[in-house]
């Protein structure tokens, strides 16, 4: 719609017009996503929560999706933007199935095509405010990569995305090794979560977990972590540290 | 195939139900020199017979590189050729940069084709003279197609377009059912040998074809002068008698000496000069 806004530069207008269509912040957010490879494919754990702002608002968002028949995609970041980037990716593997010629858009190209379009959003500083995960196997090679929210993107054995750079990496660095089997990966994927349950104000207590290998997908039911609150710490959580205000004691 | 009051537009259709500006298209393929091409599981070869415009010129370029895995031959009208091939280079290198992985030759051809129908559906445009071999890599292995001016495209084992193909066709007909599992070195041969059925009898020397492979393993490339000869001279036997000016050929490797093969060297023409081509 078009409105007349006086504003003191030159070209006046079509600049306030193009100032409330940009993503300025985000809104509904998801927080980490962790992943890793493991002998037959790859694992990605996420949670359900949707937060607005502090408040856990929403808490049955699914943040891991299957994307065609070899790639798992997870987020973290704006929900709506998710959704967007969901609705490209189906036109692509659309189009892709329509050719019905033997050839199929695999992890990598996924990551690629992903990569090209949060670059070039980001560029037109109108950026959809997710950090992707995509993870897949096609002819036996597993593939897991990451792309942020201005472009940024590589591949690794595991990633994490949100609190999960600075709560999961360090466990995922010392603890993972190639090869492991599922229910290690799942041990180890769990261990990652139960310190960002613990940590991570944003997450809630009810995830997820798929799994990809050649096969196919499978996400899990939702579930949640056993957690112990019993600590001795959390008992007096300001001993040590009681500062001047003595209402807490 | 003869003039008609139909034949002018190439969106007028005739009582019969054909477009004759399309078929005449097709046979301005036919008037450019051979270009062949063969496949087998692994790996793709196409050559061509070099032409040139005069004993003066170097030859034209018939085969160009689309892409580490695509390659194509051209036969007809050599400017829209030219143009087409930077068509499927431009294609092929989007592709690339998106997705960080080669376009499936099967979905290039397709988009070839399709711009090659445009151009039978416009009163204001004209059909590509050009028939191209192209011959590629995808998921499910090598592949030869050939796109033809009517924006039809065809899967081959192996094929012949241009001037004098159908001798080629006639030797690649009775051996394209070894192709498939050839080695590499074996459809190299065959397809400069099929080469050699276009010329009719001229002497065949490596100056006067080009050959390039392609494979699973192996980027495009040009084979160089040295390695046509090579192969050659394991089929040919020169026969000197009339060849005063002494051309690359050197003396036969009597080690090989396929005996019989090359005898008689021109079957037909008694001395063509070797610089008419």
């Given amino acids: ?249 | 195939m003869f003039r008609n009051q139909y034949d002018t537009d190439v969106t007028t259709w005739s009582p019969t139900g054909r477009l004759f500006q399309v078929e005449y298209a097709m046979e301005a393929v036919k008037q450019g020199s051979a270009a062949i091409g063969l496949r087998s599981r692994s790996h793709v070869v196409l050559a061509c017979v070099n032409k040139a415009q005069s004993e003066l010129s170097s030859h034209q370029r018939k085969i160009f590189k689309v892409d580490d895995h695509i390659g194509v031959a051209i036969a007809g009208l050599t400017a829209d050729g030219r143009v087409l091939s930077r068509y499927m280079r431009s294609e092929s290198i989007n592709h690339s940069f998106t997705y960080e992985s080669p376009l499936p030759v099967g979905r290039l051809v397709v988009h070839l084709a399709d711009k090659a129908q445009v151009c039978t559906q416009r009163s204001w445009k004209r059909p590509y003279g050009v028939g191209l071999l192209v011959g590629g890599l995808d998921e499910s292995g090598a592949h030869l197609y050939y796109n033809c001016p009517s924006g039809n495209y065809f899967e081959y084992q192996a094929f012949a377009i241009g001037s004098r193909s159908q001798a080629a066709k006639t030797y690649l007909e009775r051996r394209f059912e070894s192709f498939q599992e050839s080695s590499r070195e074996d459809l190299i041969k065959d397809a400069i040998m099929a080469i050699r059925e276009t010329l009719q009898g001229e002497t065949l020397k490596s100056s006067l074809c080009t050959v390039s492979v392609l494979g699973v393993d192996e980027a495009f490339h040009f084979l160089d002068q040295e390695s046509i000869q090579k192969v050659i001279d394991t089929f040919e036997k020169v026969p000197e008698e009339e060849e005063d000016a002494g051309e690359g050929d050197a003396e036969p490797e009597a080690a090989t000496g396929a005996a019989g093969t090359g005898e008689q060297g021109g079957s037909g023409d008694q001395d063509v000069a070797p610089m008419e081509i």
């Fill in chain 1, 1 to 249: 719609m078009t409105f007349t806004v006086p504003i003191d530069n030159g070209d006046s207008v079509k600049i306030a017009e193009e100032e409330s269509q940009r993503t300025l912040y985000p809104y509904v957010t998801g927080t980490s996503i962790v992943a890793i490879k493991y002998k037959d494919g790859v694992l990605m754990a996420s949670d359900m929560g949707g937060s607005y702002g502090s408040t856990l608002r929403y808490k049955n968002i699914e943040r891991v999706k299957a994307i065609g028949k070899h790639s798992l995609l997870g987020a973290s970041g704006e929900i709506s933007d998710f959704q967007e980037i969901l609705r490209y990716l189906d036109e692509l593997t659309l189009n892709d199935n329509m050719w019905d010629d033997g050839n199929s858009l695999g992890p990598k190209e996924i990551h690629n095509y992903l990569t090209r379009v949060m670059y070039n959003r980001r560029n037109k500083f109108n950026p959809l405010w997710n950090t992707l995960v995509l993870g897949g196997v096609k002819n036996g090679k597993s593939y897991l990569g990451m792309v942020s929210m201005i472009g940024v993107s590589f591949e690794d054995d595991h990633v994490a995305t949100g609190f999960g750079n600075h709560l999961a990496r360090p466990i995922l660095r010392d603890e993972w090794h190639a090869d492991l089997s599922f229910e290690d990966g799942v041990k180890l994927l769990e261990k990652c979560m139960r310190v960002l349950l613990y940590r991570d104000r944003s997450a809630i207590n009810k995830l997820q977990i798929a799994k990809i290998t050649e096969e196919g997908v499978t996400v899990s039911q939702p579930y949640s972590l056993k957690t112990f609150w019993e600590f001795s710490s959390f008992h007096n959580p300001t001993a040590g540290a009681e500062g001047s205000c003595r209402m807490l004691s």
